[in-house]
């Protein structure tokens, strides 16, 4: 070989070595500066770690980011227990909950809620002022003693004086026996009290008119309990909500919601 020729491989192989070093450097951590090689040595952890927050730094999955989300123990309902909470059948999508400002208070807020499917969270539509039973609320309701049953009950029929409004889904019985008789317990006129009216399932025959005379667990612990129109006063044990909330609920209740009732003193 000629001197030339041995001059121009030496190029070469400087440049074959410093890209074996290249890789090596690459492969231990080592860190190039003009000077000389320099090791940095990687803590296992801290790169296990660096690994850990490029991965948590990504962008996650919708369905993950759903998983991962803390819940409400009440689902979107506010006022009531989780206990209560659990007692609201799994496959309603509908629901009115009535809140009482105390124990023995007859004014409470009514709200209505529904939900796109079982086992979603409540969202709230609207809101109304209420009036329960003159001496409040009672999970051992007996007739005549001025409460309103505590708990969760079913909706399931409708009726009234006045013809139902439009959209009603609820079995709706148009009867003129729907007349409030003598005065409210504040001696207030009850006329049109009964315009429209939803059955609460307390002591009653479901499936039935909400005038049924029948009560399934006995006269003692009274029935014919309704939500009905407000004659702004306590009632003997009904709720009362405005003529206009009583048609918003009617034209909103579907018997394929499954909707139920949920009443008691706040925080019950």
């Known amino acids: 070989m000629s001197k030339h020729a ?21 492969t231990l951590g080592l860190v190039t500066f003009t000077a000389g090689w320099v090791y940095v040595a ?16 990504r962008p996650q999955p919708v369905d993950r980011v759903a998983r991962d989300t803390p819940r409400s123990p009440t689902q979107g309902l506010t006022g009531i227990s989780e206990q209560t909470r659990a007692r609201i059948p799994a496959e309603s999508r509908q629901l009115i909950l009535v809140t009482g400002r105390a124990v023995d208070s007859s004014e409470s807020t009514a709200t209505l809620y529904t939900r796109p499917q079982a086992g979603a969270d409540w969202v709230k539509a609207e809101s109304w002022p209420a009036r329960n039973g003159a001496r409040g609320w009672s999970t051992e309701r007996t007739y005549g003693d001025l409460t309103s049953p505590q708990g969760v009950f079913a ?20 009867d003129r ?21 939803v059955a609460i399932d307390f002591n009653r025959r479901p499936g039935h008119s909400p005038l049924d005379p029948v009560k ?23 709720v009362g909500i405005p003529k ?25």
């Open 177 to 197: 026996g729907f007349v409030a008789t003598g005065r409210g317990v504040n001696g207030e006129s009850l006329v049109g009290s009964f315009d429209y009216v």
């Open 42 to 57: 990687q803590d296992p952890e801290q790169a296990a770690g660096a690994a850990q927050a490029s991965t948590d730094s």
């Open 6 to 26: 041995r001059a121009r491989s030496r190029p070469a192989r400087t440049n074959r070595r410093a890209a074996r070093r290249a890789a090596l450097a690459a």
């Open 216 to 238: 399934p667990d006995g006269e003692d612990r009274g029935g014919n309990i309704w939500l009905h129109v407000d004659h702004d006063g306590p009632s003997q044990g009904c």
């Open 244 to 268: 206009e909330a009583m048609r918003k609920v009617l034209e909103t209740l579907d018997p394929a919601a499954k909707p139920v009732i949920v009443m008691g003193p706040e925080g019950f």
């Open 155 to 174: 909706l399931t029929d409708a009726g009234g004086l006045l013809s139902p409004p439009p959209g009603t889904r609820l079995p709706y019985d148009e």
